[in-house]
């Protein structure tokens, strides 16, 4: 069964208010009690911003740019 984006990161956040809730843990037993990735998991908890909360990465030309 695959999960959509919004499934795994309300799933995500879960996970993250559960380490924050817990004087002891370990990121990869929360990441299996969630079903998550434990990398994904970490790079959350390290500060890193869901897909939807970052900027695109390409870059619009300017007009000048687009005439060269």
Known sequence: MSSTYSDVENQILNALAAI?????????????????????????????PSKIGRRGGGKKLNEEQELA
Do not use: C, P
Request: glycine content about 10%; cysteine-free.
């Open 20 to 48: 924050k809730e817990r004087d002891e843990y370990t990121i990869a037993a929360i990441a299996r009690e969630f079903g998550v990735s434990g990398t994904r998991l970490r790079k959350r908890w390290k500060g890193r």
